[in-house]
Nanobody
Framework: QVQLQESGGGSVQAGGSLRLSCAASGIDLRDYRSLCLAWFRQVPGKEREGIAA???????RSTDSWKGRFTISRDNAKYILYLEMNNLKPAETAMYYC?????????????????WGQGTQGTVSS
């Protein structure tokens, strides 16, 4: 059973940066490499929305809202997924989640994912 654990959230001022990590366990390296991974965010009262996804071959894609400021990457040897977030805005205060799907290629659409972490809170103050 794949388990995911996010970390790296915290409080920053507008314009600041956060680097989120998502560590996977309960899986071997070959299995981890076969997972498509993604980041999502959610604020209270709203649906979870996709930020970016990264395929098994390292190809990545982001939703338009975050292109150029948010970067997704993965380190297979360490079983870690990252999200670098720069020039953060107060409206981007949210709980951030990582997720994994047993497929080669994926888009950051929640229903496509099989495994989820518990989330890490990111708070941006003005």
């Amino acid at each position: 059973q794949v388990q995911l654990q996010e970390s790296g959230g915290g409080s920053v001022q507008a314009g600041g940066s956060l680097r989120l990590s998502c560590a996977a366990s309960g899986i071997d390296l070959r299995d981890y490499r076969s997972l498509c991974l993604a980041w999502f965010r959610q604020v209270p009262g709203k649906e979870r929305e996709g930020i970016a996804a990264i395929d098994t071959d390292g190809s990545a894609r982001s939703t338009d809202s975050w292109k150029g400021r948010f970067t997704i990457s993965r380190d297979n040897a360490k079983y870690i997924l990252y999200l670098e977030m720069n020039n953060l805005k107060p409206a981007e205060t949210a709980m951030y989640y990582c997720a994994a799907a047993r497929r080669v290629r994926c888009n950051p659409v929640p229903k496509s994912f099989d495994y989820w972490g518990q989330g890490t809170q990111g708070t941006v103050s003005s």
